[in-house]
């Protein structure tokens, strides 16, 4: 069983920006998250970190969450800049760090539908990837639902497709957690990221986000490549998720540039 969490103990105040740090809202926001037997990750992160695993009928679990969402107003924290648009798919792992304790999250890698994609993939060699990504979102400000969640992305490296739905009926459960609140805690607010760059070094990030103000949904279908593909979530397992929560905008700050780890 995981621990008792509690979101007074983890925010904290927005670190003050400087440099090139990023302001962005993330429109059409959802954690998609499966949980699948632990040795699935085997020889996909390094030593130095440990899968943050769940117990659920006496199997030992570990949590991988596919996070779509659309960059809105992406611009510098700092000064005056140009805003720009683009849609965006996180692929990550929660995981520990073992040298300071802290829980986090493996990137596996981004799709980005953006030539500003440039920039992070050959600047700072992170595992960004080129995609085109549609969303077809009707959200209905009433109920604060959406009646209409699709997401499709056409990429080389991890072609995806989902479709999502949400009703008054949606309730939150977590299994393998003492509350509603331990699950959200891990599932939404890991604020350092770790991956492999693209010369194989490890590389870091940080961000800053308030409490996410999420809400439970459901899969209708769902097809992701790079999951298949890894043998991490075979396409059979797909439309079974553990969780699946949606935000339809919230607002994160980057800390850039990201920075080579140890």
Request: proline share 7%; hydrophobic share 40%.
């Amino acid at each position: 069983m995981q621990e008792v969490r509690k979101f007074e103990d983890c925010l904290t105040e927005r670190p003050k920006p400087k440099g090139i740090d990023v302001l962005c809202g993330l429109k059409h926001f959802a954690i998609i998250t499966y949980a699948v037997p632990a040795e699935r990750f085997e020889g996909v992160f390094p030593d130095r970190f440990q899968l943050d695993t769940i117990q659920l009928d006496g199997r030992t679990l570990g949590l991988i969450s596919v996070v779509p969402f659309v960059d809105v107003d992406f611009t510098s924290a700092v000064f005056p800049f140009p805003k720009f648009t683009m849609g965006q798919t996180n692929y990550r792992i929660y995981i520990k760090d073992r040298e300071t304790g802290e829980r986090c999250v493996w990137f596996l890698g981004t799709t980005l539908d953006s030539w500003t994609l440039l920039v992070p993939r050959y600047l700072w060699n992170l595992p960004w990837h080129a995609g085109k990504v549609k969303f077809d979102c009707s959200f209905n400000p009433s109920t604060g639902l959406y009646e209409k969640y699709e997401m499709n992305t056409k990429s080389n490296w991890a072609e995806a497709a989902v479709e999502l739905r949400q009703s008054e009926e949606d309730a939150f459960d977590f299994p393998g957690f003492p509350d509603t609140e331990s699950a959200l805690v891990y599932l939404t607010h890991p604020l350092a990221g770790f991956y492999y760059r693209r010369d194989r070094k490890i590389g870091t990030y940080r961000v800053w986000h308030k409490e996410l103000l999420v809400k439970p949904a459901a899969i209708k279908s769902a097809k992701f490549r790079l999951l298949s593909e890894l043998g991490i979530v075979p396409e059979a397992e797909q439309c079974n998720p553990y969780s699946v929560l949606i935000e339809p905008l919230n607002e994160f700050t980057i800390y850039l540039p990201p920075k080579v780890a140890g």
